[in-house]
DNA sequence: ACAGCCATGTAACTTGTTACATGATTTT
DNA sequence: AAAATCATGTAACAAGTTACATGGCTGT
């Protein structure tokens, strides 16, 4: 919903045309979130179906502005005044992977942690070498750094946590409870 | 990508029907990816138009069970040796609407922040007071715990910097760069 | 008989994303 | 004149998600 919801709150600003927008966005978030021009129109289109912006005026050069609707206005307050609410779950990639690795037998997943370490110390590397122009790029990249190094604390307690049980223990305990019906042939 | 990569590696294991698949890896992830048994049908037939898995036998109680292909093996290796690269971007929620937040001189940033932080605290400490039964439960849960602190000295850190400059001071410096055919009407 | 779980599926939908077509304007 | 940028759109797709229909089996 970022960018839907991003897009209809610079929309609240005032009325936008759909390349300015993109531009708009682009700069409040630091270039940050790539953007394909495309992606604008077809949400500015989803936007006007769900009643939230209008087809406005077209100028002398063509471009066709687009305005809030007091629905959509009030979806913006809503949205600036409310946090982000994470659910119970995850949708981590990383930790879900991990995860299955070390339930199959088959996996190395002191491997896999050890890539992934190599992986994300190398992004952190590369986000704490960069310099930022604007107060947006800055932020952004903070939270980056910040979600790096606890990506990086977390693996390398996962790869410890491993190593300190004998080899595949951890993948034999998750494997202690079989499938009600499982087929014998399964998990080796 | 998750839970089709899952859903694979776990049908590398030996082949599953729908519904036992779904109860794998439920198990695999300590059920902190709630899946919904649709899903599980969907993804199935995504992977075999892939050519990754194909139907096999149904047995006697009408099961039908979904075995893997030599192409579906080899991706399944692949993914588990290569970690997950993440982009120079985010695509961080949070991030991205406080970023949007702080360049609207009409919204309180500060307030956003100051409620993110509420937020994100109370599902921290949801997090910590949770005790796991399984090792899938405890890495991912400690995966999240760890997300949400780095999420939640990012804040009091934004925050901070925020109350440091004179009010609206961050807003004024990312509104300088105004959109080249930008209308007067726009930002104040 | 009825409630609830097991099991398979279908259809529709959301957000994000990309590739492509088209033409005007601006810069070199 | 050619290249680059501005600008608007269309079509399709990916991955995840949900709601619903259908029927069998199980336990009370």
Chains 1, 2 share one sequence.
Not at 38 to 62: A, C, F, H, K, M
Request: charged share 25%; net charge negative; proline share 4%.
């Amino acid at each position: 919903m970022s960018v839907r919801q991003s897009l209809l709150a610079i929309l609240d600003q005032g009325p936008c045309y759909g390349y300015q927008l993109r531009h708009e966005f682009d700069r409040r978030t630091g270039s940050n979130w790539p953007l394909n021009v495309g992606q604008i129109y077809n949400t500015l289109e989803r936007l006007e179906r769900d009643g939230l912006v209008e087809r406005g005026e077209t100028d002398s050069q063509g471009h066709v502005y687009w305005q809030i609707t007091d629905s959509g206005s009030s979806e913006v307050a809503q949205w600036l005044a409310s946090p982000v609410v994470r659910g119970t779950v995850t949708r981590d990639e990383i930790a879900i992977k991990i995860a299955i690795a070390v339930s199959l037998p088959g996996a190395d997943a002191g491997a896999l942690i050890r890539a992934q370490r190599i992986e994300s110390l190398q992004r952190l590397q590369s986000l704490q070498g960069a310099h930022h122009e604007d107060v947006a790029s800055a932020l952004i990249a903070e939270s980056m750094i910040f979600a790096a190094e606890a990506e990086l604390r977390w693996l390398e307690r996962t790869e410890q946590r491993l190593a300190g049980h004998a080899p595949h223990a951890l993948a034999l305990a998750l494997t202690t409870e079989r499938p009600k019906r499982g087929r014998p042939s399964r998990d080796g």
